[in-house]
Nanobody, 118 residues
Framework: QVQLVESGGGLVQAGGSLRLSCAAS????????MGWYRQTPGNQRELVAD???????RYADSVKGRFTISRDNARSTVYLQMNSLKPEDTAVYYC????????????WGKGTLVTVSS
């Protein structure tokens, strides 16, 4: 089992910045993928960004150049720095942790709400 605790959501004006954090604990494999997804009412959860423990990253096209994902492997923590926020970034952001291929380990945090006002 892996537990994920998110923090850092809130209300911000368009153009502002927020930083999300997610700390993982429990049965952590050294090789894993940690990332952020977001979801709005009536829509599917979508990838925002993720980062393999080795360092490679993926970003949704809509956030490239504005959001930066980073991680502290020693603390099993992933961060999402969100700059130049837009009202369309408003969503519940979920932390995700995926273990090695074949482990079947895929965990989600409870989510943190990000609201960007225009």
């Amino acid at each position: 089992q892996v537990q994920l605790v998110e923090s850092g959501g809130g209300l911000v004006q368009a153009g502002g910045s927020l930083r999300l954090s997610c700390a993982a604990s429990g049965s952590i494999f050294s090789f894993n993928i940690m990332g952020w997804y977001r979801q709005t009412p009536g829509n599917q959860r979508e990838l925002v960004a993720d980062m393999v423990s080795s360092g490679s990253t993926r970003y949704a096209d809509s956030v490239k150049g504005r959001f930066t994902i980073s991680r502290d492997n020693a603390r099993s923590t992933v961060y999402l720095q969100m700059n130049s926020l837009k009202p369309e970034d408003t969503a519940v952001y979920y932390c995700n942790w995926v273990g090695p291929v074949g482990s079947g380990m895929n965990y989600w945090g409870k989510g943190t709400l990000v609201t960007v006002s225009s």
